[in-house]
């Protein structure tokens, strides 16, 4: 059965950076794309970055110069860097599977608890 636990969450100033990991098992974690999403307080869940198998990135235009996506088949882990950080990213972080290659692939429904981040001064 698929599982994916997010962590690294945490309180941070304006302009702070976190690391969020992202631990799979029951999956053959290499060939599939994964996918950071974010939920902020009364509004939808949003894509924010995702990385192919082969390690090709793409962000929402939002995030774009201060995420990093990464990921380490090895250790079926996907990172998500997060630099200069803004009152507007604090959400709850997800990671998950993504159907596809591109942006509008969609997901697998197998998603974690997630990991809160806050970014408040």
């Known amino acids: 059965q698929v599982q994916l636990v997010e962590s690294g969450g945490g309180l941070v100033q304006p302009g702070g950076s976190l690391r969020l990991s992202c631990a799979a098992s029951?999956?053959?974690?290499?060939?599939?794309?994964m996918g950071w999403y974010r939920q902020a307080p009364g509004k939808q869940r949003e894509l924010v970055a995702t990385?192919?198998?082969?390690?090709?990135?793409n962000y929402v235009d939002s995030v774009k110069g201060r995420f990093i996506i990464a990921r380490d088949n090895a250790k079926k882990m996907v990172y998500l860097q997060m630099n200069n950080l803004k009152p507007e990213d604090t959400a709850v972080y997800y990671c998950?599977?993504?159907?596809?290659?591109?942006?509008?692939?969609?997901?697998?429904?197998?998603w974690g608890q997630g990991t809160q981040v806050t970014v408040s001064s």
């Open positions: 029951g999956i053959i974690f290499s060939i599939y794309a």
């Open positions: 990385i192919t198998s082969g390690g090709t990135t």
């Open positions: 998950n599977i993504r159907r596809g290659t591109t942006w509008s692939s969609g997901e697998y429904d197998s």
